[in-house]
């Protein structure tokens, strides 16, 4: 590489954060080598198909084209001189993260001859890379740097989220490593958070934790306005105008969901529990989030009785809007709910397939046709087409129309003048 020239850049994982790390350093110039081990994934990127659902990737993976390439192959990614890994880390029956994929990533690597760093972009727990920095030197690879780069971004605006980051956290164990991998941020004009590998790999862990926290704290503030008579939405704005609060991730619904939280709240907790440290109050967080999704059925119960024979419609099944992602996502818990108590679930989702994870639901295209003859519907995901209902015609088409508004998107006055009994959550009832 001669001066000036962009590196190379090897990318193992082409999930969410790996294509969209492939296709943003691409756009930046770099050229990109996406290595997965999914045969018909590598097939759908090599044919322009992208794999799953995330605003502006198609347009950026077609744009830079020619600098991309996709490969089954390890060879093919590790000829770059910086290789990220971006593999998935679920959780494991234990809840620990399951990093069977980061070591098949560590132990493929061949006897590399030139200097290399590998950039750990998944998320690990605190002490990984010190093992993986280890198992490379044991292994005779002690000039293969190793450094923590966790992602922030999030699924539905991870395209911008990459290229406007908020901080880049860059955890090495030498100087020149981190230098290495800050300098392919530079384009950004960004806040780079140097650290060591620990600390960046706690950063990650850390923030995530924290949104959970504000979540779990405005549902239950939600909970105690419904037990009081205030509304969550208002309290949430006078809050988060205070500048030492913030607005943000003060919505109350019906809990988080989708391929991070979860796994990486209880990969916290256990780590912290391994470690001989009971974090008290991420495992409150963690059951508030869980009781939430439940109380949905508390809701729909006061209003039915009993779900047996009754059809409910829920409306949305990805864990947030603007992605097909239904890891872990509400709508699973609250079918499953459902199903135990007896009801029929309808479902309509614009982009998630809820074919095989909710096998006991009827799955329709069109949210009027979900809504056809039920007894109730759950606003799960705030898709902007359920803004742009009309909710007029809905009401007529169900048998009973009645609203639970798990996400409080709806304007409730409206909702009641369409003909709709509507709930949201921590909304006083009939007041608003
Ligand atoms: N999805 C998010 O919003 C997000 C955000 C920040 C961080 N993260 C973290 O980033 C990591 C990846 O997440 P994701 O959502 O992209 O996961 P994903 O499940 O969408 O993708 C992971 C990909 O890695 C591939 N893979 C498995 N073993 C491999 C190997 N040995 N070599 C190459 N590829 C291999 C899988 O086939 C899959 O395509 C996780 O640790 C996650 O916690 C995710």
Redesign the pocket.
């Known amino acids: 590489m001669s001066a000036g020239e962009k590196p190379k850049i090897g990318v ?7 294509l969209v790390t492939g296709a943003c350093f691409a756009e930046l110039g770099h050229e990109v080598v996406v ?4 045969p018909e ?1 590598i097939a759908a990127l090599e044919s322009g198909r992208v794999p799953l659902h995330e605003p502006e990737l198609p347009e950026l993976l077609e744009r830079n084209r020619e600098r991309l390439t996709f490969t089954l192959e390890v060879d093919d990614a590790v000829s770059a001189p910086i290789m990220f890994v ?4 679920p959780p494991t029956y234990s809840g620990d993260a399951d990093l069977s ?1 980061v070591w ?2 560590v132990d ?1 690597l061949p006897e590399l001859e030139e200097r290399a760093i590998l950039v750990m ?3 690990v727990p605190v002490g990984t890379g010190e093992k993986v920095r280890a198992a490379l030197d044991a292994r005779g690879l002690a000039h293969v740097g190793y450094v923590s780069n966790p ?5 539905g605006s ?1 395209v911008r989220d990459f290229m406007h980051p908020d901080r880049v956290v860059v955890g090495a164990f030498t100087e020149a490593d981190g230098a290495a991998v800050t300098a392919l941020y530079e384009p950004l004009e960004t806040t780079v958070v140097q650290a060591d590998v620990a600390s960046a790999e706690m950063i990650k862990l850390a923030a995530n934790a924290f949104l959970m926290t504000r979540i779990s704290f405005i549902n239950e503030i939600a909970n105690v306005c419904e037990a009081t008579g205030a509304d969550v939405v208002k309290v949430a704005e006078g809050v988060g105008l205070d500048h030492r609060l913030g607005p943000h991730f003060l919505r109350a619904g019906i809990g988080w969901g989708g ?2 939280f979860p ?2 709240g209880v990969a916290l907790k256990q780590l912290a529990s391994n470690s001989g440290y009971h974090f008290q109050l991420l495992n409150a967080v963690i059951e508030v989030n869980e009781l939430q999704k439940r109380r949905v059925i508390q809701k729909l119960q006061r209003h039915l009785g009993s779900l047996r024979g009754k059809t409910v419609t829920l409306l949305g099944l990805a864990f947030k809007p603007n992605t097909d992602d239904i890891r872990e996502a509400p709508s699973l818990v609250l079918a499953g709910r459902l199903v135990a108590e007896g009801a029929e679930v309808r479902a309509w989702d614009p982009v998630a397939d809820g074919a095989v994870a909710l096998p006991r639901a009827k799955i329709c295209a069109d949210p009027l046709e979900a809504l056809e003859g039920a007894d109730a519907a759950v606003l799960v995901t705030e898709w902007h087409q359920l803004a742009e209902l009309d909710w007029r015609e809905a009401a007529k088409r169900m048998r009973n129309p009645l609203l639970i508004d798990g996400r409080n998107m709806l304007d409730p006055a409206e909702l009641r003048a369409s003909g709709f009994t509507y709930d949201g959550i921590g909304r006083a009832a009939g007041l608003v």
């Open positions: 193992f994982g082409a999930g969410w954060v790996g290595r997965d081990v999914l994934r971006c593999v998935g880390t994929a098949t990533v493929q972009k998944s998320t992602e922030f971004l999030s699924e991870a391929s991070c796994k990486d």
